[in-house]
C-alpha cells in the first residue's frame, strides 16, 4: 500500500514483486506517452510537490476502503518523458476480480482529474503546448 | 495575514514566478483572486477567466468560496491532467 512521484523510470515486473501476496486477483494500469499527431518529441510532467503525494495516498485509502483491497501502489512520474516510455501505473489486489478491476478504474479516474499533475506536449521542431483537460475526464468521475 | 501562493503550468508562466509570499485581508478564495488581480497586469491575465482556475489551500483541493481562516498556503493551477 504506497504511492510514489518520481522522475525516474520503473519497471512492472520489480514493482509487483511480492504485491498483493494472497490476493485471488492483481489488476495493473500502466500509462505509456503517445504521439496522437506524429510530431511529438517528449511529454514534460509538472507537479505539486507534497500535494502530489498526500493526494495520491488520500486516493489509494479511499479505494482499499471501497473495494476492499488488500493491496495497492501508485505510481507517477514526472519532468520530461520521451514517447513509449511509461507515466505510471497503478496496482490493485482484491479478494475477486471484480474488485480489483473497479478499484483500479476508480483510481485512474481520480488521478486523471483530481491529482497535481499537468501534461505539456513538446513537439520535435521544440514548441511546448500545455495538455488541456478533458470533459470526458472530469464525466468519468461523476460514475463514483 | 500572510499566505504562500504558489501558481503551476500556465498559471505560473503568465504571473512569471512559481510562488509568492503576500499580505491580504482576504478571507475566502475569490477574494484572494480579487486582491491579486488588481496587484497588476500579469496577474489580472491569469485570473482572467474563472472557469479555468482550480485551487488548493493547505495542499487540498477547495473550490473558489472556501474560507482561508487560518491558511497558510493556497495554489493556484489549470484543471489538472494526470494520469
Do not use: N
Amino acid at each position: 500500500m504506497s504511492a510514489r512521484v518520481q522522475t525516474a523510470s520503473f519497471d512492472l515486473a520489480a514493482e509487483l514483486a511480492g504485491f498483493g501476496a494472497g490476493a485471488g486477483a492483481v489488476v495493473t494500469f500502466t500509462g505509456i506517452v503517445r504521439d496522437d499527431t506524429g510530431a511529438m518529441a517528449a511529454l514534460e510532467i509538472e507537479h505539486y510537490p507534497g500535494m502530489t503525494e498526500r493526494a495520491l495516498s488520500d486516493y489509494g485509502l479511499q479505494a482499499a476502503d471501497r473495494f476492499g483491497l488488500t493491496d495497492w501502489r501508485i505510481l507517477h512520474r514526472h519532468g520530461r518523458l520521451a514517447v513509449g516510455e511509461p507515466i505510471m501505473m497503478v496496482a490493485t489486489a482484491a479478494r475477486h476480480r471484480h474488485a480489483a478491476f473497479q478499484a483500479a478504474d476508480y483510481l485512474m479516474d481520480w488521478l486523471k482529474s483530481r491529482a497535481p499533475f499537468w501534461k505539456r506536449e513538446i513537439g520535435r521542431d521544440g514548441a511546448a503546448r500545455w495538455v488541456d483537460a478533458r470533459a470526458s475526464d472530469e464525466d468519468a468521475l461523476s460514475r463514483w | 495575514m500572510t499566505l504562500e501562493v504558489l501558481y503551476f503550468a500556465w498559471l505560473r508562466e503568465r504571473i512569471g514566478q512559481p510562488r509568492e509570499r503576500i499580505d491580504t485581508a482576504a478571507e475566502t478564495v475569490r477574494d484572494l483572486i480579487a486582491d491579486l488581480s488588481s496587484r497588476d497586469d500579469w496577474h489580472a491575465a491569469a485570473f482572467a477567466d474563472l472557469t479555468a482556475i482550480r485551487c488548493a489551500v493547505d495542499q487540498q483541493l477547495a473550490d473558489l468560496d472556501a474560507s482561508l481562516s487560518g491558511a497558510r498556503e493556497v495554489a493556484f493551477f489549470p484543471p489538472m491532467t494526470g494520469g
